[in-house]
């Protein structure tokens, strides 16, 4: 049975309403990337990057898991061999339609982490304004428990592990703009793994895979997932 590994980018959740980064509407278009997601610029200005993540985690209760989100779901409910979806969203689509084999390797918009002691928790309100760390009661320490640009990525060894037995690697919805999910192609490829992309627009890695589909998620995963389940 095949060892599938997938890494999903903000064009899964594009079709959920989700903004993407990169691109006319992205994220980055009305933000630069250095004001709201480094380190930097939440010691330079917490409330500013507070605010960002608490709107975008408060828009979350307005989107909803599109039939990309759900094939994968189906996919890991019904595939019987090994899989990992690896995400680099920090949305929580995979898993309100049901995906459990999964990793998120840039945080989650829904988790604040404490760095007096490093606890992580499940966090729904905003973090802007007085907040006090369940652990350590640390006060204004919290932050959004998000992979910052300079951070390290969460899950890199287990992610490698799975790359290096993977038969089947599957990229969706990602520009390959952002190290390291944008090597993965090379890694699983160099371990002997087929590759396959499935994007909206060619992406920056697209000629480093064996093929790739164009078109919207909410196509192209189902039909991906419908036939792999066919064997
Ligand atoms: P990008 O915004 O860079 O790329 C999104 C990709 O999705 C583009 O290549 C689009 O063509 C494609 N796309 C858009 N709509 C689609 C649809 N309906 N179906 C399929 N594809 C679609 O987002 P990412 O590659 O995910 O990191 O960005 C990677 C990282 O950069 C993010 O995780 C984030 C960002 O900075 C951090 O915040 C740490």
Request: hydrophobic share 40%.
């Amino acid at each position: 049975m095949q060892r599938i590994v997938i890494l999903t980018g903000a064009g899964i959740s594009a079709e959920s309403g989700v903004p993407t980064f990169r691109g006319p509407d992205g994220l980055w278009e009305g933000h630069r990337v250095e004001d709201v997601a480094t380190p930097e610029a939440f010691r330079r200005d917490p409330v500013l990057v507070q605010r960002f993540y608490d709107l975008r985690r408060e828009a979350l209760g307005r989107v909803k898991p599109n039939a990309a989100h759900k094939a994968l779901a189906r996919l890991d409910a019904e595939w019987p061999g090994e899989l990992l979806l690896v995400t680099q969203n920090v949305d929580d689509l995979h898993e309100r339609a049901g995906s459990t084999r999964m990793l998120h390797m840039h945080g989650q918009l829904k988790s604040a982490l404490c760095p007096a002691c490093d606890g992580r928790f499940r966090w729904e309100a905003p973090l802007s304004g007085e907040t006090r760390c369940p652990a350590c009661s640390a006060p204004d320490t919290l932050r959004p428990d998000i992979v910052w640009f300079g951070e390290m990525p969460y899950h890199m060894d287990e992610i490698d592990r799975a790359l290096l037995c993977a038969d089947l690697f599957i990229s969706i919805g990602t520009s390959g703009n952002v190290y390291p999910a944008a090597g993965f192609v090379d890694l699983a490829r160099h371990a002997g793994a087929r590759c396959l992309e499935l994007n909206l627009d060619p992406s920056m890695t697209s000629g480093r895979f064996h093929e790739s589909r164009l078109g919207k998620a909410g196509d192209l995963v189902p039909e991906l997932v419908e036939t792999l389940l066919a064997g």
